[in-house]
């Protein structure tokens, strides 16, 4: 019998579909947000490495479930998030014009 380890987190369903493909699985519950966020903090960036590596937008969907997970888990909901996003999108800007800036002399 092979192990093999990953001490990360997964998707909800991912316990049963291992169970389903005749595996068994090993998992705990995290129950404390100090480690909830840490987890989530790891798994935002694989799932950002994942993106950068394949540049599939599904990857990116990924990113996007993790900064739901981060945000609801800090006690916001993701509405109260986007507001805030759009705040600082009308103070600063957003990415539409595509600005790369080069240097600043002083």
Not at 72 to 83: K, L, N, R, Y
Not at 98 to 106: G, T
């Amino acid at each position: 019998m092979a192990r093999r380890s990953y001490n990360k987190l997964v998707r909800d369903k991912v316990p049963s579909a291992i169970v389903e493909g005749g595996d068994q699985a090993v998992t705990t519950v995290l129950e404390k947000k100090r480690d909830i966020l840490l987890a989530l903090d790891e798994k935002l960036d694989e799932e950002v490495c994942d993106y950068q590596v394949t540049k599939e937008l599904a990857e990116l969907a990924d990113v996007l479930e993790v900064i739901h997970a981060i945000v609801e888990t800090s006690g916001m909901t993701f509405e109260e998030f986007d507001a805030m996003r759009l705040r600082k999108r009308e103070a600063r800007g957003g990415f539409t014009k595509k600005i790369l800036l080069q240097e600043i002399i002083e």
